[in-house]
């Protein structure tokens, strides 16, 4: 697993000249544009954009613009995946790849864990656990690109499911109220439906559950605000629907492996 920051055409070659073929890359355009060159065709890259790249796959990329590009890379090995067959976007063969455009809070979180696990990877050594971690960052930051592939692009998949009116709305609904409702309790009796069989609907399509999927919103928005520094964490804790701050805590350091205010303490100020 290797990871680089990059500012400018420059760093990105030589970035680029330290892959494998065999490795899968991720990468996310933190501004300006950038062309994408595979070997018969030229992809145009924005700001926000994350792009995956099968491995085998033989590409340069190259700003578009006068502006200098800033870029995160990612490149790992397909072991380090945990989840692999429940990723929607490793379907990809040799040269191919897979373009998303993340909104703005989707691409703070991304970007986040990018460079905590770049970090982690470049200047953290001695932590006899620092692989089991590096690997948790990589399959969080799959899991947030996943959702967000799902969710932009949920028109496209699966659409012949007998249940995909169901699932389609069960998505709409989760996006308006995970702050207000977390029980998956809600969600069902809106649809007319049992638990159980919103569960297995929600599973058939996304391989994953309900709480699993609001979980993961309401988590990825915590961390949004966090970051931000505009709240005290007890208005993040009101902000997202908790009945009390200790509810919030255990939440929160259950998915994150940090309670809320060591998250910002050992994030916000940190330059990575």
Request: positive net charge; hydrophobic residues 40%.
């Amino acid at each position: 697993m290797k990871s680089f920051l990059c500012k400018g055409n420059k760093t990105l070659q030589l970035a680029i000249q330290q892959l494998k073929e065999d490795e899968t890359k991720l990468i996310i355009i933190c501004n300006a544009g950038v062309n994408l060159n595979l070997k018969t065709q030229e992809i145009s890259l924005a700001e926000r954009n994350i792009l995956i790249l099968s491995p085998w796959t033989k590409f340069s990329l190259q700003s578009s613009t006068d502006k200098q590009p800033k870029i995160q890379l990612i490149s790992f090995l397909l072991y380090e995946v945990m989840q692999l067959d429940q990723s929607l976007f490793f379907h990809t063969t040799s040269n191919s790849y897979l373009k998303i455009a993340l909104s703005q809070k989707q691409f703070i979180y991304v970007s986040h864990l990018m460079r905590v696990l770049h970090y982690n990877l470049n200047y953290i050594h001695s932590a006899h656990d620092s692989v089991y971690i590096n690997r948790y960052l990589l399959n969080s930051i799959l899991l947030a690109i996943d959702n967000a592939y799902y969710f932009n692009q949920i028109g496209k998949i699966d659409v012949h499911l007998p249940n995909f009116p169901i699932l389609h709305k069960f998505i709409f609904l989760a996006n308006k109220h995970f702050k207000t409702h977390h029980n998956v309790h809600f969600y069902a009796a809106n649809l007319g439906i049992t638990t159980r069989y919103l569960a297995n609907i929600v599973k058939e399509a996304t391989h994953k559950t309900p709480k699993s999927i609001l979980n993961n919103l309401i988590n990825q928005e915590a961390i949004v605000l966090i970051l931000e520094d505009n709240y005290n964490l007890n208005e993040i804790s009101d902000q997202l629907g908790f009945n009390s701050y200790p509810s919030f805590l255990i939440f929160f350091k259950k998915i994150n492996g940090l309670s809320p205010s060591q998250y910002r303490t050992k994030f916000l100020n940190k330059k990575i």
